[in-house]
């Protein structure tokens, strides 16, 4: 079945290392999005990509950085430089930017920070 | 910032309809209204979206006011496992591409 894999969906790394999430899509979509959410709260975008080598940033980029080097493939690293890491982190995508598309999203990774 | 002004919370007895607001007063001629829900640690479902009419799918119906300013979402026979966020959101239009921004969402309780 096609869909959006995340892993893993629990993270646990020291503060001040930098971490990887994965995100994986074989659904053939040309857009990818991650989000962070806090406890209680709605989602807030990070970064998303249209197109293959292209990204934008969202609204909270500080202390993120991504990839988009193949169309399934859209990493998000959570470097040292992000203050509060610690959150439930997922990825979506969608068939292409336009606003008649809707999202699919993955099952999201829990990252600690201790 | 989101677009969208929903309720903190719901609730709805079992089997009957829920029906959950939303107020986007600011939408654009061509931008659409989604509908997401989001259980406990999972990632948000899509539900439903629509543009200028009413939709219905096997999950809900969408109804969007005339003027496209509010709208509502109907689960017509709300059960135990509809208990979750429940997310209206406008699809916003930007240079690189559209994007969906969230609220803080409905929590929708469904009650036996």
């Known amino acids: 079945d096609g869909g959006i894999t995340q892993s893993p969906k629990y993270l646990f790394r020291k503060e001040g290392q930098n971490v990887t999430l994965s995100c994986e899509q074989n659904?053939?979509?040309?857009?990818m999005y991650w989000y962070r959410q806090d406890p209680g709260q709605g989602l807030r975008l990070i970064y998303y990509?249209?197109?293959?080598?292209?990204?934008q940033k969202g609204d909270i980029a500080e202390g993120y950085s991504v990839s988009r080097e193949k169309k399934e493939s859209f990493p998000l690293t959570v470097t040292s430089a992000q203050k509060n890491p610690t959150a439930f982190y997922l990825c979506?995508?969608?068939?292409?930017?336009?606003?008649?598309?809707?999202?699919?999203f993955g099952s999201g990774t829990r990252l600690t920070v201790v | 910032d989101a677009k969208t002004t929903q309720p903190p919370s719901m609730d709805c007895a079992e089997g009957r309809a829920a029906n959950l607001p939303c107020n986007h007063s600011?939408?654009?001629?061509?931008?659409?209204v989604y509908w997401y829900r989001q259980i406990h640690s999972q990632g948000p479902q899509y539900i439903i979206h629509?543009?200028?009419n009413n939709e219905t799918n096997e999950m809900a119906s969408l109804i969007i006011t005339e003027d496209r300013k509010s709208s509502t979402l109907i689960l017509p026979h709300a059960t135990l496992r509809d208990t979750a966020v429940y997310y209206c959101?406008?699809?916003?239009?930007?240079?690189?591409?559209?994007?969906?921004?969230f609220g803080a969402g409905t929590i929708l309780r469904v009650k036996s």
């Open positions: 979506a995508s969608s068939i292409t930017g336009r606003a008649s598309d809707g999202y699919t």
């Open positions: 659904l053939n979509h040309d857009a």
């Open positions: 990509s249209q197109i293959v080598n292209d990204f």
């Open positions: 600011t939408i654009s001629g061509n931008e659409y």
């Open positions: 629509g543009l200028k």
């Open positions: 959101i406008v699809r916003v239009g930007t240079i690189g591409g559209n994007k969906l921004v």
